[in-house]
């Protein structure tokens, strides 16, 4: 599979803070991209380390779970995950399978929640906040906003061990 549609562009070094925190999340969106270009299915739904299931492809049906939850709870809209649920809360690791298909599946859906979330997004400010029930607590988008690029970051660190166990390739 390949991701050179996907562009990855460097942040601007100065720049106001909504187009800072959008570039910097679109930027790790891209770096997890990179570091699915050109595998296989197998290679994408290799494990770890035992007993972990993490894989590369469990991480891009992860983060499209968690763009879906944070950006439609702050949106008041309903979803469901289509890999996770309350008999399976890791399912978007657990059954993420070495299958052409369950490839394609992930990662159109990890693009069209971050299309969804990059809509979500335009359409309010940084200030504007939703109260979330199973928390208690009030969130900002801007605090969504940084909560998703620490996200990414720390998996795009995962997704570089993960890499280059697979083929030997590093780098950001």
Request: hydrophobic content about 35%; charged content about 30%; proline content about 3%.
């Given at each position: 599979?390949?991701?050179?549609?996907?562009?990855?562009?460097?942040?601007?070094?100065?720049?106001?803070?909504?187009?800072?925190?959008?570039?910097?999340?679109?930027?790790?969106?891209?770096?997890?991209?990179?570091?699915?270009?050109?595998?296989?299915?197998?290679?994408?739904?290799?494990?770890?380390?035992?007993?972990?299931?993490?894989?590369?492809?469990?991480?891009?049906?992860?983060?499209?779970?968690?763009e879906q939850g944070w950006f439609c709870d702050f949106a008041g809209e309903q979803y469901t995950r289509p890999y996770s649920?309350?008999?399976?809360?890791?399912?978007?690791?657990?059954?993420?399978?070495?299958?052409?298909?369950?490839?394609?599946?992930?990662?159109?859906?990890?693009?069209?929640?971050?299309?969804?979330?990059?809509?979500?997004?335009?359409?309010?400010?940084?200030?504007?906040?939703?109260?979330?029930?199973?928390?208690?607590?009030?969130?900002?988008?801007?605090?969504?906003?940084?909560?998703?690029?620490?996200?990414?970051?720390?998996?795009?660190?995962?997704?570089?061990?993960?890499?280059?166990?697979?083929?030997?390739?590093?780098?950001?």
């Amino acid at each position: 599979m390949t991701f050179a549609d996907i562009p990855r562009a460097d942040p601007a070094t100065t720049s106001d803070e909504r187009t800072m925190l959008t570039e910097f999340l679109d930027y790790y969106r891209a770096t997890l991209a990179v570091k699915c270009a050109d595998l296989t299915p197998e290679q994408l739904a290799r494990r770890a380390v035992e007993p972990s299931t993490l894989s590369l492809l469990g991480l891009v049906r992860h983060m499209g779970e968690v763009e879906q939850g944070w950006f439609c709870d702050f949106a008041g809209e309903q979803y469901t995950r289509p890999y996770s649920s309350s008999d399976n809360r890791d399912g978007d690791f657990d059954d993420a399978v070495a299958e052409q298909g369950c490839v394609d599946d992930a990662f159109e859906y990890w693009q069209s929640q971050i299309a969804h979330a990059r809509e979500i997004t335009a359409g309010h400010e940084l200030d504007d906040s939703y109260f979330d029930e199973r928390h208690g607590l009030e969130f900002s988008l801007r605090w969504i906003l940084v909560h998703m690029i620490e996200e990414y970051a720390r998996h795009c660190g995962h997704a570089d061990f993960l890499r280059e166990r697979i083929d030997g390739a590093t780098g950001d």
